[in-house]
């Protein structure tokens, strides 16, 4: 039973990416139309002393950065999601290398930005917003959450239920949990798992704090087939 779910599993895609014509056709899009509203950037002082200049150069390199930008935060561009799976044991986390890619990625983005201010006069206001968006809109939309929980993972197998939450982490055999309360939101999608063990000590997993919600249905999915018995939808205690 186990090995036929976990073949079932391990060909599963969780999220595409999108078809690349539309990934072609949007991030084209975006290029130009940023790097037309960019051009700001070298107007007013800045103009005058770029003349002779390729300042439309410079523009094609700030809609660039805004690419590589969409690319990090917009991960249906570039990075599909499939279950992990280790021989019965099926892991759910949030995927290293595809952590490491968007950081290399985004690396890029100020690389662009210095070879701008060193090769052009800029609008020093202009030149900041523009770079403190593509810089900073990564760094907290993704970068630091995928840090902070970069060994989160739940997994699961026929025996045990084991986790690591940031400081948080526990191993449970499935002999020593007397229910399993799913706490779901007002979109009836499942957050935290709260599992009530025999000796009658609670414990939470809060999947909300391990970036992994590209599994939650999976998860949900995973849960009622496995541990039917056990399983109950419910609220925290």
Same mark, same amino acid.
């Given at each position: ?31 130009? @139309? ?83 201010? @060193? ?31 970069? /060994? ?23 002999? /020593? ?46 849960? /009622? ?13």
């Amino acid at each position: 039973m186990a090995y036929n779910f976990s073949l079932q599993y391990m060909a599963k895609l969780i999220r595409k990416t999108y078809p690349k014509e539309v990934s072609i056709g949007l991030l084209l899009l975006v290029f130009v @139309i940023t790097a037309f509203l960019s051009h700001q950037i070298f107007e007013g002082r800045a103009a005058l002393l770029n003349e002779g200049k390729n300042t439309y150069l410079g523009a094609v390199m700030v809609g660039s950065a805004v690419v590589i930008m969409m690319l990090v935060l917009w991960e249906e561009f570039l990075f599909p999601i499939h279950v992990k799976l280790d021989t019965d044991r099926v892991v759910f986390s949030n995927h290293r290398s595809k952590l490491k890619k968007q950081a290399a990625i985004f690396m890029l983005i100020p690389i662009i930005f210095v070879a701008i201010y @060193i090769l052009y006069a800029v609008n020093i206001i202009g030149f900041v917003i523009w770079a403190g968006i593509c810089i900073i809109s990564p760094i907290v939309g993704k970068l630091v959450s995928g840090i902070k929980n970069y /060994n989160d993972f739940l997994a699961l197998t026929d025996n045990t239920i084991e986790y690591k939450n940031n400081e948080k982490e526990g191993v449970f055999e499935l002999k /020593n949990v007397k229910q399993i309360i799913l706490i779901k939101d007002e979109s009836k999608v499942l957050h935290k798992i709260q599992l009530m063990l025999t000796n009658g000590q609670p414990v939470l997993i809060d999947l909300d704090e391990m970036e992994i919600e590209a599994f939650y249905i999976s998860i949900d999915e995973y849960l /009622n087939q496995h541990y039917k018995s056990l399983v109950k939808v419910g609220s925290a205690v």
